[in-house]
Every structure is written in C-alpha cells, then in structure tokens.
C-alpha cells in the first residue's frame, strides 16, 4: 500500500485544478500586456501635444522655431564645429544657428535643423533629454538614433523627429499627394528617417488617428505613409483606409502642425 501510495500519478481533479491555474495565469499576463500596450498608444497623443505646447512656448519667448533658430548661439554659445556631422554632436548646451527661414530643414548644409530642433528645445528646458544636434551615422544627414538626437517615445522602441516637407505630388512613392509643411514624424529607428521602421499595426494607428483627427490614413493632419502598403488600402488618397484586418506592426504615422 506504502508504495502505491508514493507512486500514483495525479488525479483527474488535480489535473484539472493545475490547468484551471495556468490558463488563469496565462489569461493575467496576457491581460496585463494589452494593458501596458494601450498605456504606451495613450501616451503618443500625450507626447505630441506636449512637444506642440513646447514649440509654442518656445516661439513665444525666443520669437523663433527651434532649430531654425539664427541667434541661438547668442543663448547657448557656439558649437566648436558648425554645423557638424556625426562625430561632432554637441555634449552640452552649445549649438549651431538656423537659417530663420520658417522651415525645418533636414540636411547638414542647412546645419542639421532637425536635429538642433531638439537641442534647442532641450536647451530651452521645454523638453526633457539631451540631444547632440547632428544626425547618427555617416554618409547621411537622415539617420535618427533615439534617445541621442531625438527623442524617445513610451511606445517600445519609437521615438519622434521634427522637420519639413514640401508639398508633395503624385509621383513620390512614399508619401501620399498634398501639403505638408513642417511636420512631426513617429516611427522607429533606422539608417535613415525615423519612419523607415513601422512600430504599430493598422488598427493602432487608425485608433490614434481617429482620436486626433479623421481616422483616414491619407489625409487630414494624421497620416501614415504611400509606402507602409500594408497599413493602409489604396496608394489613392481619396480612397485609403487603414487595413485593419493586417495583424502585422506595418505602420509608423506623421502629424502636419504648423509650428
């Protein structure tokens, strides 16, 4: 009796109890990850309408747009090279000037306003962070290294940039026809523009689009990408939708604001 007591397996019941415990365990940290991915979706609209309230704050005292700044010298003292590449960032508050034209300029021989934007922000104490001014790799004055020279996001592994774009026509492949100005863009990392790397799915990005704006992927001021094909319908402005039955992290999204 002695052995078989020690040798038996479990018991149906127990069995049972064991899966009624995993499956209820299993159930919470899926609950809990759909939690934290929502929390992080929220606080993409929160970041914007901070950094907007920022610029503004900022134009407001320093009658300029960061970046574009041509006497932010005069504030911060002078970068010892201007307007730097990747292995001149700044290391502390010392910048470049901008060229004062109303525009954010993404290239180096404009003096890496893009990324100046966010030192001078930080510069400003509008934002927090310390940011280097230039771009993050060789060759390119596009490449964006989060948490360096732009900002990070709470979304896991995005982060934001500032510059501008002109009106944009039919033949670009990569962004959908139509004024954009200076703008705000959300992606991730990459060897080139931040929203080289998608960081949500269609129906994330339709989500934050229809809380802030229209909650159509090609037009009004939030918008997602020609290019992000399957994040959206149709190459056709007019008729683009988000596509909502992808599953897939495809999209990554530009916000048109006036600075």
Known sequence: MLNYMQTRGFSLVELSIVLVILGLLTGGILGG????????LRAVSSEYSRYVTAVGTFRDKYFAIPGDMTNAQSFWGAAATCPGDHTQG??????????GNGIVEYSAATGNENYRFWQHLANAGLVEGTYSGVSGGAGTPYT???????????????GWTAHAWTTIDATDANLFEGS????????????NSITETYVMKPEEAWNIDTKMDDGRPAIGSVRTYERDTNCHTSTTAA????????NIVQCALVFLVKY
Request: charged share 10%.
């Open 33 to 40: 990850q759909s939690l934290i991915r929502a929390s992080e």
């Open 90 to 99: 700044s290391t502390n508050a010392a910048t470049c000037n901008g060229n």
């Open 144 to 158: 964006s290294v989060i948490g360096t020279n732009v900002p990070r996001s709470k979304l896991s592994n995005a």
């Open 180 to 191: 954009y100005g200076n703008v705000f863009a959300f992606g991730g990392a990459s060897t």
């Open 239 to 246: 008729n683009a939708n988000y596509a909502l039955s992808n």
